[in-house]
C-alpha cells in the first residue's frame, strides 16, 4: 500500500556550497578574507618563533622555573594573596550581579506593549561600562582608591555590571511572555508580574552567567595585581620583575590550583541549576 505512495514522493538536491542570495554565504566568505587579510597584515615571525634557538631559549627560561619555593613565609604570603584574590572576584561578581540586574530591568521591554523609555541609553551605559577593560578600570581607579583590592574589586565590579547588565536584559527579554501576560491581565503590575512571572523562569540562566563570569574575573583579578591592586597578580609582578623565578613559579601554581578549584565549583553548581 505504500509503494504508490513513496514513488509519488519528490526528492530535492541538497543546496549549494555558494549561492548569491545566500546571507550567511557572503558572511562566511567575508569572515575568511578578514581571517586572510590578519595574516598578511601582521608581522608573524613564524621562522623564528618555531626556530632550534628559540625552543633552547624557552627551554633555559622554563628550567629556571624549577624548584618552586617552598619556604613556609613565602607560602604564607600566597597563601594570603590566593585569598585575596578570591575575596576580589567574589565581591566584585556580587556587586556586579546586583547592579547588573538593576540595570537590566530599564534596558530591557517588559512586555510587547512597554514603551522601554530607558532602554536605549541604559544599554548605552552598559556598552560604555563593559567596553573599558578591568586592567584599565584599576588603573584608573587606583588614582582615587589606592593600591590595594580594593581598587581591584571595584575595577572588576564596573566591567562585568555591563556584561551581566546586557546577558541579564537578554534574557528577560527572551523570557516566555505567557505567565506575564495572564497577570497583567489580572491586573497586576508590573513589578510583582517581573517577580512572580519573569523572574522565576530567568533565575537559572541568570545564575549561570553570574558563575561563568565569575570563573573569568578570578582570572582576570590575578591580572589586575599587576597594577598594583592587590591579589597573587601583585606578588607575581614583584618577583618576576627581581627574577626570583622560584617564588614566580609557586605563585603561578597557586592560580593555576585556585582557577582548576573555581571552575570545578562553577560547573558543579550550574549542574544543579539545570536539574
Excluded at 511572555?177 to 512572580?196: E, K, W
Excluded at 552567567?209 to 578570578?218: K, M, Q, S, V
Aim: hydrophobic share 50%; charged share 10%; proline share 6%.
Amino acid at each position: 500500500m505504500n509503494k504508490p505512495q513513496a514513488a509519488n514522493q519528490t526528492y530535492r538536491l541538497p543546496p549549494p556550497l555558494f549561492s548569491a542570495r545566500c546571507k550567511a554565504c557572503w558572511f562566511s566568505a567575508g569572515l575568511l578574507v578578514l581571517v586572510v587579510a590578519s595574516f598578511w597584515s601582521l608581522d608573524l615571525q613564524w621562522a623564528q618563533f618555531l626556530s632550534l634557538e628559540a625552543a633552547q631559549s624557552m627551554g633555559r627560561f622554563l628550567a629556571e622555573f624549577v624548584p618552586p619555593d617552598t619556604a613556609p613565609e613565602f607560602l604564607k604570603k600566597v597563601a594570603l594573596g590566593t585569598w585575596e584574590t578570591l575575596a576580589m572576584s567574589a565581591l566584585g561578581t556580587l556587586l556586579a550581579a546586583l547592579a547588573g540586574l538593576a540595570l537590566a530591568l530599564p534596558a530591557s521591554r517588559l512586555h510587547e506593549g512597554d514603551a522601554a523609555h530607558g532602554r536605549t541609553p541604559t544599554r548605552l551605559l552598559l556598552n560604555a561600562l563593559r567596553s573599558i577593560p578591568e586592567l584599565v578600570w584599576a588603573a584608573l581607579l587606583l588614582i582615587s582608591a589606592g593600591l590595594g583590592p580594593f581598587a581591584g574589586t571595584l575595577a572588576l565590579a564596573l566591567h562585568t555590571t555591563g556584561v551581566l547588565g546586557r546577558l541579564f536584559a537578554e534574557a528577560i527579554e527572551n523570557a516566555p511572555p505567557g505567565p506575564g501576560d495572564a497577570l497583567r491581565a489580572q491586573g497586576v503590575g508590573n513589578g510583582r508580574v517581573f517577580l512572580y512571572a519573569t523572574l522565576p523562569q530567568v533565575l537559572p540562566q541568570l545564575m549561570s552567567y553570574t558563575l561563568y563570569r565569575w570563573e573569568n574575573n578570578i582570572r582576570a583579578a590575578a591580572v589586575l595585581g599587576v597594577v598594583g591592586a592587590g591579589g597573587l597578580g601583585q606578588l607575581l609582578a614583584f618577583h618576576m620583575g627581581l627574577f626570583h623565578m622560584g617564588k614566580t613559579a609557586t605563585i603561578l601554581a597557586a592560580m593555576l590550583l585556585l582557577v582548576a578549584f573555581v571552575d570545578a565549583a562553577s560547573h558543579g553548581s550550574r549542574r544543579l541549576l539545570t536539574r
